[in-house]
């Protein structure tokens, strides 16, 4: 089966600008995670899904982010406007209960 | 609070044996994971261990004791490959995955 994906794979922008980020979980699974790890520190849990809806969005740092599954299908993470505090990769995993599956992550990297 | 410790890195020769600790804390506990990463690449799954004991799998094995909040990835036969991250995570309460900073494994020949 097809694994999770994410695109980019890299995106540098300046900041103020505003980046989305996408994630495809492997199908069939409900709950959606999306995790940032900035440089040098460990990853940290952002939110997660359950289908469509937020089953805990308590990682997120600001109102500056929003994610959203439509459909409880793919995800996208929107950053706006982007700060310089924001750079680093960005994660997403899908699981259907326990292990989680990570996708390749998103290099965000904002000047 | 909540809290993972590991080591930040460790160094270990080709063939050999090497075993990476993790002490966590959490709100509730729903087992620990094991995750390799190699630099630019995404973390992938090696072991949960939700009770206590020794989980063999292949030339990895993770140990887990609730009492003392610790567990060990114990990697052995080392090969250059083995060079990676070693990430330790915990779940708490609500199934969320509390990640440590990750041990960074590097091999000799």
């Known amino acids: ?111 | 609070g909540q809290n993972i410790d590991q080591p930040t890195e460790m160094t270990a020769t080709e063939g050999a044996i090497v075993q990476i600790n993790c002490t966590y804390q959490t709100s509730g506990f729903n087992g620990l994971f094991w995750y390799q990463q190699h630099a630019g690449e995404a973390p992938t799954f090696l072991s949960y261990n939700v009770l206590d004991g020794l989980e063999e799998k292949g030339r990895f094995s993770s140990f887990l004791s609730r009492s003392k909040g610790y567990s060990y990835l114990l990697l052995k036969e080392l090969q250059m490959k083995d060079s990676a991250s070693y990430l330790c995570a915990g779940t708490d309460s609500n199934y969320q995955l509390i990640w440590g900073a990750g041990t960074k494994l590097i091999i000799k020949p």
């Open chain 1, 1 to 111: 089966e097809a694994g999770v994906t994410q695109f980019p794979s890299h995106s540098v922008i300046e900041k103020g600008q505003t980046v989305t980020l996408r994630c495809d979980p492997i199908s069939g699974h409900d709950n959606l995670y999306w995790y940032r790890r900035v440089m040098g520190k460990e990853i940290k849990f952002l939110l997660h899904f359950v289908k469509e809806s937020k089953q805990d969005e308590s990682g997120m740092p600001n109102n500056r982010f929003l994610a959203e599954r439509t459909g409880g299908t793919y995800s996208t993470l929107k950053v706006q406007p982007a700060e310089l505090e924001d750079s680093g990769v960005y994660f997403c995993a899908s699981s259907r209960a326990g292990q989680q599956f990570f996708g390749p992550g998103t290099r965000l990297t904002v000047l």
